[in-house]
């Protein structure tokens, strides 16, 4: 790989032998620059997913919204993260996808056609009362933390209805389910 122009947001520091350590915008992986500008990726930008991918996010307020879907997802902030025109959260145990909130001029104007549906309960079999709570008391804290509740979706069983998911809205109007 080629070294890349001056990209805003990149940065480098002094590394051993000679190196120079590149960072991408936004944190997207650690390089080591040989002489001649080829790049190396260190063992810290080696992906542990079978594909290593970040969810990138438009926003009016970076900071705002890195804060409600930190707390949302149980993230926390990138480590020396100082841009104030790119915020990312990661998973603090690394297994969950990076998370960058761009700053752009525009306000959100449609639907999403892509979404981050939060599953409090984990993965089925459930009990569905408690499900059911636990769909409740996030919803309830997110409300809090600045999310506008829309309506509650339920299924259909041969018990009656029980609460599938509640659709939200994130401080900045993109639509999300707590599930």
Request: proline share 8%; with cysteine; aromatic share 6%.
């Amino acid at each position: 790989m080629r070294l890349p122009g001056r990209l805003p947001g990149a940065g480098r520091t002094r590394a051993a032998a000679g190196r120079v350590r590149w960072r991408t915008p936004c944190g997207h992986g650690d390089f080591l620059a040989r002489s001649g500008g080829e790049l190396s990726a260190t063992a810290s930008s080696l992906p542990v997913m079978a594909t290593h991918w970040t969810i990138g996010a438009d926003a009016t307020d970076p900071a705002a919204l890195a804060a409600f879907w930190a707390a949302a997802l149980d993230y926390i902030p990138e480590p020396a993260d100082e841009d104030p025109d790119c915020v990312t959260i990661i998973d603090p145990d690394g297994t969950g996808p990076t998370i960058d909130f761009l700053r752009v001029p525009e306000p959100k104007t449609s639907k999403n056609r892509f979404h981050i549906d939060i599953r409090v309960a984990g993965k089925p079999p459930w009990n569905w009362t408690e499900r059911e709570t636990m769909i409740r008391t996030t919803v309830d804290r997110l409300v809090q933390n600045g999310a506008v509740k829309l309506r509650e979706e339920a299924y259909s069983s041969e018990g009656g209805e029980i609460l599938g998911h509640v659709v939200m809205l994130d401080p900045e109007g993109n639509e999300f389910c707590v599930a």
